[in-house]
């Protein structure tokens, strides 16, 4: 008869197949993107060994229970979770009596006693069937909640410090979005699976140990000496399924990933007519995943023939030993079946590795590469000083906006203030390289800046020195940004001066990581970025969107944890302008002359909005963006590329008017007209130390003919 004491739920078995999902609007190659350049790395990979899988555990796991926001919650709920289980660990004993009982009355034909017994079965299953369910409930809300704050907390880490950006260009590991969304989940929930059955398991073995032992002592050293040389030969037969589950998991993801391409870029691949190569691509990364799994499945196979002849030989064996007692009549019929369930528990106590070890292989292969990304997000959040000494270092210095006032009180004539200063700057290829050798310019304001050259000189790379996403070569890189938090001075009632620095007595380095829209330095690429989300939260990005989301959200009711309500990525608090009015984001539509789109999609409403809109639309709803912000200084990277000359002098016009001080990189002859100076860049020659850069003032009656050279 079945008993609680045989409902024993163990750690779940983790799928093979799994999803991932990766946005990327940039051709960036990633490790995942070239399958055959990894093969050979993948085909010699090594098992961690044991010390390292431990240290990896502990280093993801630690974490969130020794948090400041959730550990006390945390505890107290796994000490609910350790208290339910041990509850359903004495409701298994106390049926595993019950059912000695139930068949010593059964066998003795007494019907009254065999009547009572059964009511006891009943009413034990009644109240027994709720702490079992209440256990893992309890379980799974714990893991919920321990998966949703680790989350958080490596999505905070991946997005910090524009990790996501150098893990991404440098191929540093694959699919990041992975690790997040599936590998986390199953750590969480195997884990806590994993530390309940050892928790169970050493209960177990403590109960049910005294009951067979008390019964017959040789059987209990049989079953211990029969365990143990199992759980040797399981470790032997399955030492490379943990290799070969971590490499299941990379394959999948990157043919999963090969589908998401083929969907995000169906235009381009349309106009190409691609097809065939696509379909061969393809076809290429499933080969090898579906080879893999070959793989897998055949080790599993061979382990299985040893569990199932492992797990089935033996169960005949507890019966066998005790039937003679029971024939001289030394034990009633109730013990053999006591000693049955009695060996059964504790063979499964003896017996975890070898009945769970492919769940324990695939556990170890999420423990590999959740501690693999933990290594790398903390290595890109510390580096040693000497590290930074070839590096471009990238300054934010506070300017207090008080201008010094003249001598007789007035205020002074209003003139350009210093905005950006670069020194000595050398941008270097990984390779070291030279792109450009120590460029040194200012930018104030009003000051705008083209920069020119031909194709693969650096002009994108000095702009993404600029931004702070190159740092190969060497140089520093000075922005001069007004922090609005400092109090403005003001004239006394009494007609004295008071005490007032000027700009530059006045500033003040930021060593902490700043976010550069908060402090008037804007970014536009090529290909501007469309967000997850409504119009509004378009137009609204990035200095905006998060109240967006959080007012769209507020009206739905949650019982969300408080460490899922926010999110921060910096220390900074962020000072923004003024939240933008419905009224000002239609105006702005209009101003770029994109303001029809709302006959088509209401601010509030959900595209996929690089899909819906043309390029051209795209690059005019991020000039909007521009214009909301009101940064001091604008990065454009072939920002009008995909627009005619009427809107690009527009959109010229419109930033200009705004005063916003812009920097352009582009080809276009036309884009002279809204620029003060030239940078011209050629290309650099190895062979020579000199300069690979000059700058002029633009002369509207020659710049033509040279901009054509």
Not at 99 to 123: C, H, I, M, P
Not at 562 to 572: C, E, T, W, Y
């Amino acid at each position: 008869m079945s008993t609680f004491g045989n409902i024993r739920r163990g750690p779940r078995r983790r799928r093979n197949t799994k999803v991932a999902t990766r946005s990327s609007t940039s051709d960036s190659t990633s490790t995942s993107s070239t399958p055959e350049s990894k093969e050979n790395e993948d085909g010699n990979r090594k098992n961690p060994d044991l010390k390292t899988l431990l240290r990896r555990f502990w280093k993801v796991a630690a974490p969130y229970w020794y948090s400041e926001d959730d550990k006390v919650q945390a505890r107290l709920q796994l000490a609910a979770v350790f208290a339910l289980t041990l509850g359903t660990t004495g409701i298994s004993v106390g049926f595993n009596f019950l059912g000695r009982d139930f068949y010593n009355a059964l066998s003795n034909k007494d019907q009254e006693q065999f009547t009572k017994q059964l009511l006891y079965y009943l009413g034990a299953f009644a109240g027994g069937i709720p702490f079992f369910v209440l256990r893992d409930y309890a379980r799974d809300t714990l893991a919920l909640r321990w998966r949703s704050w680790m989350t958080k907390y490596y999505m905070e880490r991946y997005l910090k410090n524009q990790t996501f950006y150098k893990i991404q260009s440098q191929s540093i590991i694959d699919n990041p979005d992975q690790r997040i969304v599936d590998d986390l989940s199953s750590f969480t929930g195997t884990a806590l699976s994993f530390s309940l059955a050892l928790f169970n398991s050493a209960i177990d073995l403590i109960s049910f140990s005294n009951i067979l032992y008390g019964i017959y002592p040789p059987l209990f050293v049989v079953l211990l000496l029969y365990s143990i040389g199992g759980t040797a030969i399981s470790v032997f037969l399955g030492k490379g399924l943990v290799t070969l589950n971590f490499l299941q998991e990379k394959k999948e993801a990157d043919f999963r990933y090969g589908l998401v391409r083929v969907r995000e870029n169906a235009e381009s691949i349309a106009f190409y007519g691609g097809e065939e190569n696509e379909i061969q691509l393809l076809l290429q990364r499933f080969r090898s995943a579906f080879e893999n799994l070959t793989q897998l499945l055949i080790s599993s196979r061979n382990l299985d023939f040893f569990t199932s002849g492992y797990r089935y030989l033996i169960q005949i064996l507890p019966a066998a030993v005790v039937a003679p007692m029971f024939f001289s009549g030394k034990i009633e019929f109730g013990v053999i079946n006591q000693s049955v369930s009695a060996f059964n528990h504790i063979l499964g106590d003896f017996s975890l590795i070898v009945y769970q070890f492919q769940a324990i292989s695939a556990f170890s292969a999420v423990i590999d590469r959740l501690g693999e990304f933990d290594d790398i997000l903390d290595s890109s959040s510390s580096k040693s000083p000497s590290d930074n000494s070839e590096e471009i270092r990238l300054v934010y210095d506070n300017v207090r906006s008080s201008p010094a006032l003249e001598s007789n009180g007035s205020m002074p004539k209003d003139k350009n203030k210093e905005l950006l200063d670069l020194e000595n700057l050398t941008l270097q290829t990984p390779s070291k390289a030279t792109l450009v050798r120590d460029l040194s310019l200012v930018i104030n304001e009003k000051d705008h800046l083209l920069v020119t050259g031909p194709s693969g000189c650096g002009k994108t790379s000095l702009l993404r020195a600029l931004a702070g996403l190159w740092s190969t070569g060497r140089g520093k890189v000075t922005y001069y940004v007004e922090d609005e938090q400092y109090p403005q001075p003001s004239i006394s009632s009494d007609g004295d001066l008071p005490e007032v620095k000027t700009m530059h007595d006045t500033h003040s380095k930021l060593e902490r990581p700043i976010n550069r829209n908060s402090r008037g330095i804007f970014f536009l690429p090529q290909r501007p970025y469309m967000v997850l989300g409504t119009l509004r939260q378009q137009l609204l990005y990035p200095m905006w969107a998060e109240d967006a989301i959080a007012n769209s959200d507020s009206a739905k009711p949650t019982a969300l944890p408080p460490f899922l309500m926010r999110a921060q990525i910096s220390g900074n608090v962020i000072e923004k302008h003024n939240k933008p009015t419905t009224d000002d984001l239609t105006q702005v539509l209009e101003d770029v002359r994109i303001g029809y789109i709302l006959s088509r999609f209401g601010l509030d409403s959900t595209y996929e909005w690089s899909s819906v809109l043309s390029l051209g639309e795209q690059q005019r709803l991020a000039f909007a963006r521009l214009l909301l912000s009101k940064p001091k200084l604008v990065l454009l990277d072939e920002s009008t590329s995909a627009l005619d000359e009427a809107n690009e002098a527009n959109l010229y016009q419109q930033i200009g008017a705004a005063g916003i001080t812009y920097i352009s990189v582009g080809h276009r002859q036309t884009l002279t007209d809204h620029h003060n100076r030239i940078l011209r860049i050629s290309t650099t020659d190895p062979n020579s130390t000199q300069r690979n850069w000059h700058i002029e003032l633009i002369n509207r009656d020659t710049v033509y003919k040279k901009l054509k050279q």
